[in-house]
T-cell receptor
Framework: GNSVTQMEGPVTLSEEAFLTINCTYT??????LFWYVQYPGEGLQLLLK?????DKGSNKGFEATYRKETTSFHLEKGSVQVSDSAVYFC???????????FGTGTSLTVIP | DADVTQTPRNRITKTGKRIMLECSQT?????MYWYRQDPGLGLRLIYY???????NKGEISDGYSVSRQAQAKFSLSLESAIPNQTALYFC????????????FGQGTRLTVV
């Protein structure tokens, strides 16, 4: 079946530190991969996505590369800001685009 | 206005009461979903609907029911609320294409006392 495993948190970083949140997946066929961000008191917002192997999704300084050989989609940012404090979810959709599977979320706190 | 709107945003109810959470969307999407979020468990799928006449159970449907009143409206009901249904509930929509992402409402925080 399809599933997503992501790095457990919480993660606390100082401002301008490098961020990596690991995500691996299990899926049949060719899923699409997503990172969502949830700010306090809000719903999930799409941060970036990649739809085929070796695609790199990027947005707001965040990047993630679809690695089929390692079934991974790790989220990275070179220099985090206090405003990046949120919960980050890795997710995949199946080949049909009808079902979504989410990781458990990783809470990030960035301190000044 | 938000693309996906949930009402109410917050609700406190008593054990045994029936409660309905409502969701409406302006995306024109056929696919609609209800998820529940609990700390450490991520999002779990309760019910989903691919069109007005197509309703499907998700992984944790026990104790819940849904109604798809129109393409734009998808309601979740708790027939007899219990404390372990205290959670954050999200409605989402999707275009249903292979590369489509899900669009989420802002959530309903439900507390059952």
């Amino acid at each position: 079946g399809n599933s997503v495993t992501q790095m457990e948190g919480p993660v606390t970083l100082s401002e301008e530190a490098f961020l990596t949140i690991n995500c691996t997946y299990t899926a049949t066929g060719y899923p699409s991969l997503f990172w969502y961000v949830q700010y306090p008191g809000e719903g999930l917002q799409l941060l970036l996505k990649a739809t085929k192997a070796d695609d790199k999704g990027s947005n707001k300084g965040f990047e993630a590369t679809y690695r089929k050989e390692t079934t991974s989609f790790h989220l990275e940012k070179g220099s985090v800001q206090v405003s990046d404090s949120a919960v980050y979810f890795c997710a995949l959709s199946d080949q049909s685009g009808n079902q979504f599977y989410f990781g458990t979320g990783t809470s990030l706190t960035v301190i000044p | 206005d938000a693309d996906v709107t949930q009402t109410p945003r917050n609700r406190i109810t008593k054990t045994g009461k029936r409660i309905m959470l409502e969701c409406s969307q302006t995306k024109g999407h056929d696919r609609m979903y209800w998820y529940r979020q609990d700390p450490g468990l991520g999002l779990r799928l309760i019910y989903y609907s691919f069109d007005v006449k197509d309703i499907n159970k998700g992984e944790i449907s026990d104790g819940y029911s849904v109604s798809r009143q129109a393409q734009a409206k998808f309601s979740l009901s708790l027939e007899s609320a219990i404390p372990n249904q205290t959670a954050l509930y999200f409605c989402a929509t999707s275009g249903g294409f292979r590369n489509s992402e899900a669009f989420f409402g802002q959530g309903t925080r439900l507390t059952v006392v």
